[in-house]
């Protein structure tokens, strides 16, 4: 019943691709995933190595600027970064008026997008010095706004940022310190975090990715496209979906459900209940984020004194691998299924698990909106349709 007749008089052949599952967008030399092989890498470097061997603040310089950086380089990004951590008192002031149980994911994205109305300064994204500038405002500001968004919901007074501290340590701080008490976060936590940072760095034309490029494709500044990739990235079935696997969690436990009686009713497609944290558009082999971060689940969690919701986790893992279903549509934990567990494990509540992917993506995001800036054979980003309305009627 569809009328291509007009549309392929107008342009020619148009492929229709829902979800763009097999259509690239773009070229791009950041990020290099092998779906089947279950191989993910960063500038070629395996993620493996670089969670293994570097901080984040040095993945995210490899993936914006395409190298790793040298010491020297390394100490200059980093101490440009500590100069812009705070935020304007005007834009502080904006968390005041949010109402207290709004979503920290909302807060961001709606702050991120106000960084646009501060840095009239750093906003053409073909000058090279406004773009380096919105960069280390983003990197610097992004954790001091995701702490006051949680500061905000649980109605605690913020902390402005100690500019001593590493960019994590910092973060957590601001996150849970509180006014004229000493805070010192347990460095096992800060490498924890710095680690699933990098897990999170880029994962090529994701949704929020893709996002963040068709927004800029329009020659949107950094910040205005930036928010544009928070708001995807807040959707479940996307970076909400950590969140998602925690409620999840805590539904069956609370249920007192066998795993069994759970998977049964994904598996009965009637009653439209996912297994959240499992399946891949591109991986349909082990996500090899999800191998690392089940490593740092088992450790942290393990020094904070167990989770039950873990081992549902991993009993829900393994019937979901050993069941047809899951078999057959190649379904395998992804990396939000263990992440969800570590942040509650760290006292973070489950609204803030998707904030944490975006402050990990950040560098992604940026990379891509950079290249696709420098890239001359950009061009908007304009998806044609099949239009299946009514043919012309009368009144
Ligand atoms: N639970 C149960 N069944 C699933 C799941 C799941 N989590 N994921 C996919 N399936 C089934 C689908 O119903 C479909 O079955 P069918 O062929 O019989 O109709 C088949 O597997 C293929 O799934 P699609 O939805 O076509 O796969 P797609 O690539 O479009 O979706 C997605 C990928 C969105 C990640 C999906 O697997 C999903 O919703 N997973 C749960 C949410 C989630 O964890 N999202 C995070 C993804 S990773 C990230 O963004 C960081």
């Known amino acids: 019943g569809i009328e291509l007749g007009p549309l392929l008089k107008q342009t020619g052949l148009v492929t229709l691709d829902t979800g ?27 993620i ?29 990004f980093s101490e440009k970064i500590t100069r812009h951590t705070l935020l304007h008192e005007d834009l502080r002031r904006f968390f005041d008026a949010f109402p207290r149980n709004a979503h920290p994911m909302s807060v961001l994205s709606s702050a991120v997008s106000a960084l646009s109305t501060f840095y009239e300064d750093s906003l053409d994204p073909f000058d090279a010095e406004h773009v380096e500038l919105s960069t280390i405002r983003l990197i610097a500001k992004l954790p001091t706004i995701a702490a006051y968004a949680h500061k905000k919901s649980v109605g605690q007074p913020i902390l402005y940022p100690d500019n001593s501290r590493g960019l994590v340590e910092n973060f957590l701080r601001m996150t849970f310190g509180l006014p004229a008490e000493p805070y010192e976060a347990d460095p096992l936590f800060v490498h924890a975090l710095d680690v699933l940072f990098i897990l999170h760095a880029d994962h090529e034309q994701n949704c929020s990715t893709s996002t963040v490029r068709l927004v800029g494709s329009a020659e949107a500044n950094l910040f205005a496209s ?6 995807a990235l807040f959707g479940p079935a996307h970076g909400g979906a950590n969140a998602a696997v925690l409620d999840m969690l805590v539904k069956i436990h609370e249920s007192g459900d066998h795993v069994d009686t759970f998977v049964e009713r994904v598996k009965d497609r009637s009653a439209r209940v996912r297994l959240m944290g499992f399946g891949h558009r591109v991986y349909k082999n082990y996500d090899p984020r999800a191998a690392i971060v089940k490593k740092i689940a088992d450790e942290i ?24 279903y899951f078999i057959e549509r190649k379904l395998y934990p992804n990396v939000d299924f263990y992440t969800g567990l570590i942040y509650r494990a760290l006292g973070f509540p489950t609204r803030m698990s998707t904030v944490l992917f975006a402050i990990g993506r950040l560098p992604g995001w940026i990379a891509h909106w950079r290249e696709m800036m420098n890239d001359p054979a950009t061009k908007i980003g304009r998806p044609r349709q099949v239009y299946t309305g009514y043919p012309e009627r009368d009144l």
């Open 20 to 46: 763009f599952v097999n259509t690239a967008s773009c070229t791009s030399a950041i990020t290099y995933i092998d779906g089947d092989a279950g191989i993910l890498r960063y500038r070629g470097y395996p």
């Open 48 to 76: 493996d190595q670089l969670a293994e061997r570097c901080s984040f603040l040095e993945v995210s310089y490899l993936l914006i600027y395409g190298e790793l950086p040298s010491a020297a380089q390394l100490e200059d």
């Open 226 to 231: 930036v928010s544009a990739g928070i708001n």
């Open 301 to 324: 969690i393990n020094q904070t004194g167990g989770d039950p919701l873990l081992d549902l986790a991993k009993q829900l893992e393994e019937r979901a691998l050993s069941d047809d």
